[in-house]
């Protein structure tokens, strides 16, 4: 079995809970929130890919 990476399971984790957060503000019509949920959405993406091919890199 191999073994967890828990810093990419953290990044995916943020990941989908700002994904949620954007439907959340959606429904409450708040722009600021949309906008910080996206944001934080691809910075959580963005780290995780680039976390995921340093890692596949080094093996």
Not at 13 to 24: E, Q, T
Not at 41 to 48: E, N, S, V
Request: hydrophobic letters at 60%.
């Amino acid at each position: 079995m191999k073994q967890i990476k828990w810093l990419l399971l953290l990044c995916a984790l943020l990941a989908v809970v700002s994904m949620a957060f954007i439907g959340v503000t959606l429904a409450e019509k708040n722009v600021l929130g949309i906008c910080l949920s996206i944001v934080f959405a691809m910075i959580f993406m963005g780290t995780g890919f680039t976390l995921k091919r340093k890692l596949n890199v080094q093996s």
